[in-house]
């Protein structure tokens, strides 16, 4: 049976905190938000969260046009390669307006980040408490990523 996971990340991808911090917040949630498990995890470089399925769909923020899938794969490599998603801004082939790929409208919330918190088989609510948690708690506005993975 497939399990269902949702991971909070910041909307900063490059942003991090020291370890001690990550893992008293990840105490905090365990103390105030029921899952199965909640872990935390922390990269030197931004990492592309995604939701565990098939990217389908994929759309540009500015016009709404429908992203070519080969195209996206085509920039994240690149991306990847030479900045290690640090930089995310892309001429959009579509409207040629610049946009950052962690603004991209998935077909299902994805991100990039360096910092994410997972809960395993969250209960009721659990993700969005854990998101306004993690919010208050560093300041910084927290998302959830869904996954079943
Ligand atoms: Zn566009």
Same mark, same amino acid.
């Given at each position: 049976?497939?399990?269902?996971?949702?991971?909070?990340?910041?909307?900063?991808?490059?942003?991090?905190?020291?370890?001690?911090?990550?893992?008293?917040?990840?105490?905090?949630?365990?103390?105030l938000?029921?899952?199965?498990?909640?872990?935390?995890?922390?990269?030197?470089?931004?990492?592309?969260?995604?939701?565990?399925?098939?990217l389908?769909?994929?759309?540009?923020?500015?016009?709404?046009?429908?992203?070519?899938?080969?195209w996206?794969?085509?920039?994240?490599? !690149?991306?990847? $390669?030479?900045?290690? %998603?640090?930089? =995310? &801004?892309? #001429?959009?082939?579509c409207?040629?307006?610049?946009?950052?790929?962690?603004?991209l !409208?998935?077909? $299902?919330?994805?991100? %990039?980040?360096? =910092? &994410?918190? #997972?809960?395993?088989?969250?209960?009721?609510?659990?993700?969005?408490?854990?998101?306004?948690?993690?919010?208050?708690?560093?300041?910084?506005l927290?998302?959830?990523?869904e996954?079943?993975?």
């Open positions: 049976m497939a399990e269902r996971f949702v991971k909070l990340i910041p909307c900063l991808p490059t942003y991090r905190v020291n370890v001690k911090a990550a893992e008293q917040a990840a105490e905090a949630l365990r103390r938000v029921r899952a199965e498990e909640i872990t935390v995890r922390q990269t030197e470089r931004p990492e592309f969260v995604d939701c565990g399925g098939a389908t769909e994929i759309r540009c923020p500015k016009c709404g046009a429908a992203l070519d899938l080969d996206w794969g085509g920039v994240m490599d !690149r991306m990847y $390669r030479e900045s290690h %998603f640090f930089l =995310l &801004e892309e #001429t959009m082939p409207c040629g307006k610049t946009v950052n790929f962690n603004n !409208r998935y077909v $299902r919330p994805c991100g %990039f980040s360096c =910092l &994410e918190f #997972t809960l395993r088989e969250p209960e009721g609510e659990a993700g969005k408490e854990a998101a306004d948690l993690l919010s208050e708690r560093f300041g910084v927290f998302r959830q990523v996954a079943r993975v």
